[in-house]
């Protein structure tokens, strides 16, 4: 129903077929799967224990599959180190304050 909904925003659509959102829904998923299949082998080969933004980044720009997406990922800033991803995979902390153990 989500894809249907989202279909009929653009002017140019008039009805849709019922089976349509149900053939665009499995090429989504057909497509995510791919894209995050991806980006899992390029955090595998900088052995990184999370995939990241950056690791979606890189896969964008070095897949020729996902070239349509290079604008989108263009504005994601690049990581400190272009030559290491290693320390990708390690999450940003908010400004919480930190505990310390009384003994």
């Given at each position: ?46 052995n990184a224990k999370r995939l990241t933004v950056a ?18 990922v263009s504005g994601i800033p690049d990581p400190l ?18 505990r310390v153990k009384e003994e």
């Open positions: 129903a989500r894809i249907k909904k989202i279909m009929q925003l653009d002017e140019d659509v008039g009805k849709v077929a019922q089976a349509t959102p149900i053939l665009i829904s499995k090429a989504l998923e057909l497509f995510m799967q791919s894209l995050i299949d991806q980006a899992c082998r390029e955090s595998r080969e900088r690791h979606l980044k890189k896969t964008i720009e070095t897949v020729d599959q996902f070239d349509f997406l290079k604008d989108i180190e272009p030559q290491s991803m290693d320390g990708m995979d390690k999450p940003v902390r908010s400004n919480r304050k930190t």
